[in-house]
């Protein structure tokens, strides 16, 4: 085991030390199997390389976006799962379900990934309708009237880890956006508690399914454009219950960690990589869904929404990191230190209370956040 934690943080740490730029994309960086290379019927085109990593399981590196008639541009230098954490509303079990993920992944069928392709067998990249792009009627205008479905590339693996089967999926749209979410499926764990901490499933009132909670944290680290120029901003609107809004930025300029607020938003931006209209190319993070589990002190890693840490090779995941050079938990990474290189770390909480349908197998349910292009286009890429 300590053999590939070490080769597993030797290739994070190789992967950190060569940024995609215009000048390299994605393509040179790996090679078939791994390379994902993908043009959408709108004409916009993914490229990345992917990993199964024994720890954090698929791993996607060098993340190249290149809008319809536009040229590429970096956009992530590696995104991958960082932690499952699933408390259970009685106060116990806690399990933290990765740490050895990859060695959960199973083999898609064809039936796992319809009309894709299956990598490695553990790994299924395909694309598939995301509905409307646009609808426009044009104000009676015959000639002006615009309306196209949309397409996205969808790169997924699946886990079976005790009961649950999850499928984490990355979901890159032909506008440019990313959709990191997680879908936990299979079976109910079959956990027995009390009507205050549960609810009953099956027959009568005999059995009650205990509640629980799924906290999902992605580890991103962006790289805007190439180069090592990010920066993390935050942005608020005040005047709730009134009729203005105004906005307020905030550049994080240390180490953080930030809680959803009403109408609160992040951005990571290069100040220096311009689009058309001179504005700065910035990646929108939306994280509004989330159900905010907080946990008690010794759960410290709940309390935020957002971290944002200066990078560190041994800063792998968000709870039970496995390396003795590091701290445990994302809460631990984010001190005060300056930053100067961001690692985002997203925490995104569904709180799961049983129901009769939810036995057996168990439908799906996602959740994840939104990633959106503020300005890596001067005009809409999609028509």
């Keep these: 085991m300590f053999l590939r934690l070490a080769l597993a943080a030797f290739v994070a740490a190789a992967a950190h030390a060569s940024p995609v730029t215009i000048a390299a994309p994605a393509a040179a960086a790996c090679a ?73 992944a199973f083999a898609l069928t064809s039936g796992d990934c319809p009309g894709g392709e299956r990598r490695a067998e553990k790994v299924c990249v395909l694309d598939r309708a995301r509905g409307h792009a646009h ?4 104000y009676g205008d015959p000639a002006e009237r615009r309306s196209r479905q949309g397409r996205e590339l969808v790169v997924l693996a699946a886990y079976q880890v005790g009961w649950y089967t999850y499928v984490s999926e990355f979901v890159f749209g032909d506008d440019g956006s990313i959709t990191p979410r997680l879908g936990a499926t299979g079976s109910l764990a079959g956990t027995v508690t009390t009507p205050k901490h549960g609810w009953p499933i099956g027959v009568g009132h005999s059995h009650f ?16 454009h190439g180069g090592s120029r990010d920066v993390v901003e935050q942005y608020d609107f005040t ?32 100040p220096s990589a311009l689009n058309t209209d001179r504005h700065p190319m910035s990646w929108e993070i939306n994280n509004s869904d989330s159900a905010e589990y907080r946990g008690p002190a010794d759960e410290a890693f709940t309390r935020a929404d957002l971290y944002v840490t200066q990078y560190k090779a041994c800063e792998r995941l968000a709870t039970q990191n496995p390396s003795p050079r590091c701290r445990r938990s994302v809460d631990k990474y984010a001190g005060r230190e300056r930053l100067t290189d961001p690692v985002l770390w997203v925490n995104v909480g569904f709180h799961h209370v049983a129901r009769d349908e939810d036995a057996d197998p168990m439908p799906i349910h996602w959740q994840g956040f939104r990633i959106t292009p503020r300005d890596v286009t001067a005009k809409n890429p999609t028509p």
């Design 239 to 270: 005047g709730d219950q009134t009729k203005k809004r105004t906005m307020k930025r905030t550049r994080l300029t240390r180490e953080t960690r930030a809680v959803n607020q009403r109408m609160r938003w992040w951005r990571v931006v290069d």
């Design 209 to 224: 399914e205990e509640s629980h909670s799924h906290n999902v944290f992605w580890r991103m680290d962006f790289d805007v």
């Design 135 to 138: 609808l426009k009627d044009g």
């Design 32 to 104: 078939a199997p791994y390379l994902i290379d993908k043009t959408l019927p709108n004409g916009a085109r993914w490229q990345m390389c992917w990993e199964m990593r024994t720890i954090e399981g698929l791993t996607l590196r060098k993340v190249v976006y290149t809008p319809r008639g536009g040229a590429p541009t970096s956009v992530l230098r590696s995104a991958a799962l960082a932690q499952i954490h699933v408390p259970y509303d009685s106060g116990e079990p806690r399990y933290h379900d990765i740490g050895s993920l990859g060695e959960a």
